[in-house]
């Protein structure tokens, strides 16, 4: 069964971090480029992040750019999203998805607020 479990969401201050984990399981993971998407109320889906198969290559939406960092560890099958330096509109549930695919996280819900 394919299955892709995101973590670490929460409430943060601005200004402050936070590390979300996304677990994948039932595919092979160190084939699959991944992607981080957000979604706020009232807006679209938007792609915030994307990593390689290997990890030797990222982009970033232009939003996030020099805050967030998209990493794996193929030896884990996990995707994670370092957040820094968290702005109120980073708020929104974010979603783990495996590329090429219509496999997607159930979401997890970042707060930024004081």
């Known amino acids: 069964q394919v299955q892709l479990v995101e973590s670490g969401g929460g409430l943060v201050q601005p200004g402050g971090s936070l590390r979300l984990s996304c677990a994948a399981s039932?595919?092979?993971?160190?084939?699959?480029?991944m992607s981080w998407y957000r979604q706020s109320p009232g807006k679209e889906r938007e792609l915030v992040a994307t990593i390689t198969s290997s990890g030797g290559s990222t982009d970033y939406a232009n939003s996030v750019k020099g805050r967030f960092t998209i990493s794996r560890d193929n030896t884990k099958n996990t995707v994670y999203l370092q957040m820094s330096s968290l702005k109120p509109e980073d708020t929104a549930v974010y979603y783990c998805h495996k590329r090429d695919s219509d496999v997607w996280g159930q979401g997890t819900q970042v707060t930024v607020s004081s």
């Open positions: 039932g595919f092979d993971f160190s084939s699959a480029a």
